[in-house]
């Protein structure tokens, strides 16, 4: 009964076949491709739009999977949730966009509409529109591109830009914009450009440029409009407009050239009048297309458009449509490499060029990505920096002569303000320790020792009153600890009309020849008094030797004794000396004193070396020692005994400690001033020998301790 009822149903077979001839018609007529899917999803019927838009065959069309055409070009995931998820659950789709890569056609960008008929039942059908929207997707690519590009220029122009509506309100401006002229973003875009800094910008040569000659000509050139401005003065500004008709706007460029025209009117008169800004900047300026290699590595670029300036610089003639390559076979590959990571990652760069095809000359170049990334086109800005980077060469190099001549023959280099006041300086920080805030003005003068600091500063200046040049000796401060010796001269330097620029002065460390000549003097001083001191020794040693004795006897100890104390001066001043040690001189500057009696003097020790300098100092030392001993202390008397011990510590400085103690000799009273001996111990162990001393006249006797550095 159902089949009776079904073939009731069914339209007569020649309307059916009048039917199909209609739909047919619409399929071969429609410019839209058109394919008829079965409820499997093969393809039943297909328009000859579909075939020659996706360059398939009918007979591998019909009767297959739609996935399967093409060898599975079409099986494309966002199709697949298209057919089988999106379109069951509501019967039709509309606008669904999907983009694939095909084998022979290439990347596509399609519009789905999708409509499923008769569904369940015998007619159950599914109608797919495709509108391929490639091309208008890449217009619309292109447009971004173009207008990603134009904000560049604007930004990266050196000259104030504004874009204005129609009305002439401010729509935009640039950075440099409000640099130049000191006003808020806040406060200028979204109002008329005659409102901006209070109505500074009511100018009635703008308003003739803007409301009368640019809605006749489309643009104006090179007006040159001066105004007074109440925050930045008097200016003289070159405008240039154009009227942007496609997108109701104005382009209106400002050049402020107010310091060229003062600077320089002859040449306010040869200037060319500007350009437009593409063709107007002297910066050179290219697009370049980049090229790549299967493996992603850019291989050369080609030049879409440059500008005059950059033929000028480079000169590259004809530049524009052929490759680097082409101009410039041996083109070095990392210039390749750099722009193509710019193209490729969409990161600005900035850098300094010079390569054989800009002539050997030195670039600041900004290169930038415009438009899409798959069109891989970066534009280039570059400046010559040719000239700066001669002179900072030069003047490197003269800095380079200057420091080498002033670090072989100066520890600590300044310059002085005109009226002599301290600016502040690394090396003299380094020298004395002093900060630069310190150093200002006269606050140098806190590093120069207080004996010496009043008359540095008198002498410092007369010199800066009467322009003359100083020369002093006085003492620094050092970093390391102490004072140093400096001999300190300074000079004025003068500008070609002889005008004092600054104060250069220098301090050379001149302490080893202080200390020499202090070492000459104290010497010469020793020397005189050991002269009286051998004599009142000999004159004791001949009274204690001939007392009791016959004159051979005395003769001979007398002999013996004398003998000792010149091998111990001949010890004590041989210069050559590679090192001493310290027992063998103990032992033989305490020879002449014990001849007779060894136990009246003990040493104890350990075998140190020492250097000749050290030894020699120490030489002395011992010998003033036993010398006081044997005219006023322990070995005055028969009773008297010495005690002479030295022990050695090696952390954190290797030091020598010494002990000198005198017992059993007649009382001893502290004397009002020091002598000799007991400034000679002090300078010695606490100038000479880096170390310290201490000297105690002890009832029972006197006490001596003393460390010496090794170092």
């Known amino acids: 009964m159902a089949g009776n009822v079904d073939s009731e149903s069914r339209p007569p077979d020649d309307h059916r076949a009048g039917q199909e001839t209609y739909v047919e018609a619409i399929l071969r007529t429609m410019r839209q491709p058109l394919v008829v899917l079965r409820r499997d999803l093969t393809v039943e019927r297909a328009n000859q739009a579909f075939y020659t838009t996706f360059q398939v065959e009918r007979e591998a069309t019909e009767g297959h999977r739609i996935y399967e055409l093409g060898n599975r070009q079409w099986d494309i995931a966002a199709l697949r949730r298209l057919l089988e998820d999106v379109l069951p659950s509501g019967g039709a789709v509309t606008d669904f966009k999907v983009e694939h890569s095909f084998e022979n056609i290439g990347r596509r960008v399609m519009m789905l509409n999708a409509h499923q008929m008769d569904r369940g039942g015998p007619n159950d059908r599914i109608l797919l529109a495709i509108d391929d929207i490639t091309e208008r997707e890449n217009l619309l690519w292109e447009l971004e591109g173009q207008k990603e590009f134009a904000e560049k220029i604007v930004d990266a122009s050196r000259d104030p830009l504004l874009i204005l509506g129609w009305d002439l309100t401010v729509k935009a401006a640039n950075e440099t914009f409000y640099e130049t002229f000191q006003v808020d973003r806040a406060e200028t875009e979204g109002r008329m450009i005659y409102d901006l800094g209070n109505g500074q910008w009511n100018i009635a040569a703008l308003r003739e440029l803007l409301e ?45 050239q107010t310091e060229a025209r003062r600077a320089s009117a002859a040449l306010r008169e040869s200037e060319q009048r500007y350009r437009t800004l593409f063709e107007a900047i002297d910066e050179g300026f290219c697009i370049l297309e980049m090229i790549f290699d299967d493996d992603g590595t850019a291989r050369d670029y080609r030049f879409l458009q440059v500008n005059p300036a950059f033929t000028r610089h480079t000169g590259l003639v004809d530049a524009a449509g052929r490759t680097m390559r082409d101009l410039e076979p041996n083109h070095e590959q990392h210039w390749f490499d750099i722009y193509g990571w710019i193209a490729t990652t969409g990161e600005p760069a900035r850098f300094e060029q010079s390569a054989r095809h800009l002539g050997n000359r030195w670039y600041d170049v900004y290169a930038f990505r415009i438009d899409a990334p798959e069109l891989r086109r970066v534009a280039v800005i570059f400046r010559d920096v040719s000239d700066r980077r001669a002179a900072e060469s030069a003047l490197h190099e003269s800095e380079q002569r200057f420091r080498v ?90 500008d070609a009309d002889g005008r004092i620029l600054k104060w250069v002065g220098m301090n050379r460390d001149i302490t080893r020849r202080k200390e020499a000549e202090a070492q000459r003097e104290l010497l010469l001083g020793e020397l005189n008094h050991r002269v009286k001191n051998i004599f009142a020794i000999i004159r004791v040693l001949v009274s204690q030797t001939v007392e009791g004795r016959s004159t ?40 002449p004193y014990r001849a007779e009696r060894p136990e009246v003097i003990e040493i104890d020790g350990r075998s140190v070396k020492l250097k000749p300098r050290p030894a020699l100092s120490l030489s002395l030392v011992l010998h003033e020692l036993a010398t006081n001993a044997v005219k006023y202390g322990a070995l005055s008397t028969p009773s008297g005994r010495v005690t002479l011990r030295w022990r050695l510590s090696d952390a954190p400085v290797p030091k020598v400690h010494l002990r000198w103690c005198e017992t059993g000799g007649p009382p001893v009273v502290q004397p009002e001033e020091k002598g000799f001996g007991t400034q000679l111990v002090d300078r010695v162990f606490d100038y000479e020998l880096g170390g310290d001393s201490k000297v105690e006249f002890n009832e029972t006797g006197l006490r001596v301790e003393a460390c010496l550095s090794l170092i």
Do not use: K
Request: proline share 3%; charged share 30%; net charge negative.
């Open 552 to 591: 051979e006897e005395a003769q001979g100890i007398l002999l013996g004794r004398l003998d000792a104390l010149v091998q111990a001066h001949a010890l004590a001043l041989e210069s050559r000396w590679e090192s001493v040690d310290l027992a063998q001189l103990a032992e033989l500057t305490m020879r």
């Open 405 to 494: 001549l002033v670090e072989t023959t100066a520890q600590a280099v300044w310059e002085t303000d005109p009226d002599g006041s301290a600016r502040p300086s690394e090396s003299w920080d380094r020298f004395t320790g002093q900060s630069a805030a310190d150093m200002r003005g006269d606050g140098w003068a806190e590093a120069v020792h207080p004996d010496d600091r009043e008359r540095a500063l008198r002498e410092w200046r007369d010199c800066v009153a009467s322009e003359r040049p100083l020369g002093i000796e006085l003492r620094l401060c050092h970093a390391g600890g102490g004072w140093r010796w400096t001999y300190c001269n300074a000079a004025p330097i003068r």
């Open 212 to 256: 009368n000659v640019l809605p006749e000509n489309n643009a104006f050139n090179d007006y040159v409009v001066e105004h007074e401005f109440e925050d930045i003065g008097h200016r003289i500004m070159v405008l240039n407009a154009r009227r942007v008709d496609h997108m109701d706007l104005i382009l209106l460029a400002i050049e402020d």
